[in-house]
Each structure stands twice: as C-alpha cells, then as structure tokens.
C-alpha cells in the first residue's frame, strides 16, 4: 500500500513562511516526477510547482522567486519552502507522485492535503 502524507501547513501572517512536506510511504520501487498543488474556495486546483526524478523544477508564475520545491530521494520526501506568502496563497495544498510500486505498476498518488492560510 502505497501513499503520500503531507505535513507542515497552517496559519501564517502576509510575509511569513512555511514549509511543506510530503512523504511517500509503502511498497515504492521507484518515485518520478512530482509535484504540488492548491485549490482555493471556489477555484480550479491549480499546479504550483513540479520536481522531476532528474532535479528539472518548474514552477507557476505567481509563486517564482518564492517558493522553493525539493526532494530527498532517500526519505522519499518532498518540500515546499513557501517564502514571502500573500493572503491569495491561502488553498489546500496537496501533493502528487508517479510511484512505481514493488509490483511494477506506476500510477499518480495523492497526499490529503493540508491548510495554508495566510492572514492578518
């Protein structure tokens, strides 16, 4: 059984940070690409930011020269630094991954989410 547990979200005021994790866990062979995404109240979900298995890291412009994606293979876990945060960062965050299980099967896995809400 294979999944993501993302940690690290909260209540942060205009200007503060925050970092978020995202662990993998289970019967994992290999983990490529992966990513984070948010979804505010009434909007679409949104991919803020991707890391593939090579370090290529993309990012939404909103978010560029603030937000910092890395992953530790090793741990199996991934992070958002969120630096610089405005109230319209307020969203779920979750996170994404293309795992390869012990098995062979490669599919995209989803974390729960966790609250970033920026405010005053």
């Known amino acids: 059984q294979v999944q993501l547990v993302e940690s690290g979200g909260g209540l942060v005021q205009p200007g503060g940070s925050l970092r978020l994790s995202c662990a993998a866990s289970g019967s994992i062979f290999s983990i490529g690409a992966m990513g984070w995404y948010r979804q505010a109240p009434g909007k679409q979900r949104e991919l803020v930011a991707v890391i593939t298995s090579g370090d290529t890291r993309n990012y939404v412009d909103s978010v560029k020269g603030r937000f910092t994606i890395s992953r530790v293979d090793a741990k199996k876990t991934m992070y958002l630094q969120m630096n610089s945060l405005k109230p319209e960062d307020t969203a779920v965050y979750s996170c994404?991954?293309?795992?390869?299980?012990?098995?062979?099967?490669?599919?995209?896995?989803w974390g729960q989410g966790t609250q970033v809400t920026v405010s005053s």
């Open positions: 994404n991954a293309r795992i390869t299980n012990s098995l062979g099967y490669t599919r995209d896995y």
